[in-house]
């Protein structure tokens, strides 16, 4: 592997350290309703645990409401109940065609054990991130016994450090703007 692969191989493993934090930050609650709020949510489907946006449509007519209309109406307390069972705090309400969530906004308690768990992932991404930057710098060595330059490999270890900040800094904007998100009334 050359030193270019190296930069490249962790520069793609920071990119999904990344792309995994702004996942899961979707998912954390701020008050407002989204569809992504259910992403979690896996149903019952013919023997099969079927993610719930796969069976339904889901709309958020309103910032509170939550609306999932499912392509089988046989399939609404199968749904009811897989929300009941998620955890998320939320209560649907079946009116025989569709289920409405109103979603409750959040207490001042409640904002601060979300921006626990926002930071919580934000460590976690920094971690990933870290590790990319440890097989990276373990690779350079690699290749320094096999005959890499010591200046070379020097340059490379402050490429690698200096994109590793970049990436870090990344987290800390992410986690700092949904602490804005969620803390906002």
């Known amino acids: ?104 906004p959040l207490t001042e308690e409640r904002r601060r054990d979300m921006v626990k768990i926002a930071k919580a992932q934000g460590e976690d991404t920094k971690v990933g991130i870290r590790n990319a930057r440890r097989d990276a710098l373990e690779q350079i060595k690699k290749l320094q016994k096999e005959g890499l330059s010591e200046d070379i490999a020097k340059d490379t270890e402050v490429k690698i450090q200096n994109i590793t900040n970049e990436y870090i800094a990344k987290v800390d904007e992410h986690v700092a703007k949904k602490e804005k998100e969620i803390m906002t009334v």
């Open 1 to 104: 592997m050359s030193v270019e692969a190296t930069i490249a191989s962790a520069k793609e493993m920071m990119n999904k350290a990344i792309n995994h934090l702004e996942a899961e930050l979707v998912k954390i609650r701020t008050g407002k309703a989204t569809p992504n709020m259910l992403d979690s949510v896996m149903v019952e489907y013919y023997g099969a645990m079927t993610p719930l946006n796969q069976i339904a449509n889901i709309n958020t007519p309103d910032a509170r409401t939550i609306v999932i209309q499912p392509w089988e109406k046989n399939k609404l307390q199968d749904i009811e109940r897989a929300i009941i069972n998620s955890n998320l705090g939320l209560a649907p309400q079946n009116d025989g065609s569709i289920i409405r969530i109103t979603v409750p």
